[in-house]
């Protein structure tokens, strides 16, 4: 008998995130799931997004503010490109209003 992990899908993994914070678990949760070296990460990404959306620093300036590699800039630049305008206003809105 094989054994198979219980979760191979993206969305399964949304659905977690989702049901823990349905819950007020899924600070735990993600605490739990990342590294302290990942959590940084996300935290750059998301000021990756917030000021190349903004639109008033070169690249080469996010980099050096942020502490992180012109590729990392780029790829987020990339992923924005690829967004539809919409999510890139639902992303942009979400942003604009951290909570802590």
């Known amino acids: 008998m094989s054994q198979q992990p219980e979760y191979t899908e993206w969305q399964q993994l949304m659905a977690l995130v989702e049901r823990a914070a349905k819950t007020g678990q899924h600070e735990m949760l993600l605490t739990m799931l990342m590294t302290a070296d ?9 000021n990756i997004f917030s000021e190349l959306m903004k639109g008033e620093l070169s690249q080469r ?10 590729a990392t800039i780029t790829r987020g630049s ?17 942003i604009k209003q951290p909570e802590a």
Request: proline share 0%; with cysteine.
């Open 38 to 46: 990942e959590r940084d990460a996300l935290i750059a990404r998301v």
């Open 61 to 70: 300036q996010i980099s050096q503010m942020l502490g992180v590699g012109i």
């Open 78 to 94: 990339n992923e924005l490109k690829s967004c539809s305008e919409e999510d890139k206003k639902v992303l942009d809105s979400l």
